[in-house]
């Protein structure tokens, strides 16, 4: 069981950056899945980003690629999302997931992840 709170969103103008931050509790075997979704109204959710605990390569969307960074502090035992270069249509609740099941390496979709945090609010105005 792993226990997931999401923080960090807000409102910024296009081209604007914001900084999520995932912090992961609960789970005692260091090795698993992490990502970031986002869901927009009206639409289905989207991979963002991946990464498997235990150091492995991110992973990240073509749209997202070059202007989202994804990483984790394991001193911390924190994951975060660097967002650069906002865009009107990157607005949507963004959450953060993980996975026990799989050590993913490439993105997967959100049925394939097993827990969830409670979401938080992008706002980009242009």
Known sequence: QIQLVDSGGGSVQAGGSLRLSCAPSGYTNSRYSLAWFRQAPGKERE?????????????????????????????KNTLYLQMNSLKPEDTAMYYCAASTRYLWIKLRPASDYDYWGQGTQVTVSS
């Open 47 to 75: 991979g963002l980003a991946g990464l498997v605990t235990d150091g492995g390569r991110p992973y990240y969307a073509d749209s997202v690629k070059g202007r989202f960074t994804i990483s984790q502090d394991n001193d």
